[in-house]
Structures are given as C-alpha cells and as structure tokens.
C-alpha cells in the first residue's frame, strides 16, 4: 500500500499537467466572434484559413 500511494500521486500530477496543457493549446480552434475580439483587441487582421478534401 505504501508504494502504491507515490505512483498513484504520479498519474494524479501528469493528468492535471496535460488537461492544463490542452486547456491553454494556443494552436486550438477558436469561434468567429472569439477569434474577431481577439484580433480587434490585438490590432491584428484576421485571417480565416479553410480547405476541402472533395
């Protein structure tokens, strides 16, 4: 039981250091309106990049 405790913290620490990690992916897809209020609060130009495979 007392081994068990220190790898059981382990898995504990990494889940939460990779849901933090996917949380703040700043490669992630955004909305349009959060995307546009990013950019006017920026004083950026926003550019919508789309594709289709057909």
């Known amino acids: 039981m007392r081994?068990?405790?220190p790898a059981?913290?382990?898995?504990?620490?990494?889940?939460l250091?990779?849901?933090a990690a996917a949380a703040t992916d700043p490669?992630?897809?955004?909305t349009y309106?959060?995307?546009l209020k990013m950019a006017k609060h920026e004083g950026?130009?926003?550019v919508?990049?789309?594709y289709a495979d057909w």
């Not at 059981?8 to 889940?15: Q, T, Y």
């Not at 490669?27 to 955004?30: D, E, K, T, V």
């Open 3 to 5: 081994r068990s405790l």
């Open 8 to 15: 059981v913290a382990l898995v504990a620490l990494v889940l």
């Open 17 to 19: 250091a990779t849901a």
């Open 27 to 30: 490669a992630a897809p955004l």
């Open 33 to 35: 309106d959060k995307a």
């Open 44 to 46: 950026k130009v926003l």
């Open 48 to 50: 919508i990049d789309f």
